[in-house]
């Protein structure tokens, strides 16, 4: 059990797909019983890319000598692995599906770039930009899963998930500046080695003052308790 708990590494993205997919309901200023399946479906979403991940960095994980991937640390069959992953992808797209709406089509989408951010073939996380831009939108999306259930699109959930779009972008940018040094030696190309630590933090910075802008434009137009 726990290294099934370790496979799906709940403690990385759980919390962030319970604010983001709240604040999409948030700002509605309403509330439906469609919210409990639509978390359901993201919190199966993010598994699934995350375990995928994992999946197929094994053997560069195995090779590391990696104790935090149970498949590579031979605690977890790969074949209960994929059964775990791509059940967990069946279950949210099931539930975008009889959802519908807009909500179906966007996150079959994003479901399809979580699957080509990892796979070997393509490995959409190994190019730059495309490394920041995946993992900002599927985060980022989220607040549309929450607004679309009860509200058409519209400019409040448009500023609303670039906002949070920007917030995940920020969160990977902080993370490969903080690889820069281990990316530059293994030869790894992402945003920041192309674009150098100094252009990302003042990328960071900017993208930092458009969410405030952002933000406060949102709790001046459009704040749910108005």
Known sequence: MK???DFLRPNEYFKEVILFSSLGL????SFSFLFLPVLIAN????????TFNDIEDSKEDKIKHSKRNPISHGRLGKVAAYIITFGLLLVSILIYFMIGRLVFPIFGTIAIFLFLYS???I???SKPVSDILIHGIGFGALPLTGYL?????????FLLTSATTMISIIGELLNEIRDYNVDLESKFKTTVIIFGKNLSKTFVIFLAISIGLIFSYLFYTALPFN
């Open 149 to 157: 259930i009860i509200k058409p699109f519209d400019t409040t959930i």
């Open 43 to 50: 919190l199966a979403l993010m598994a699934f890319a995350f």
């Open 119 to 121: 796979w070997k073939p």
């Open 3 to 5: 290294a099934i708990i």
């Open 123 to 125: 490995r959409l996380k």
């Open 26 to 29: 948030l700002f509605t200023k």
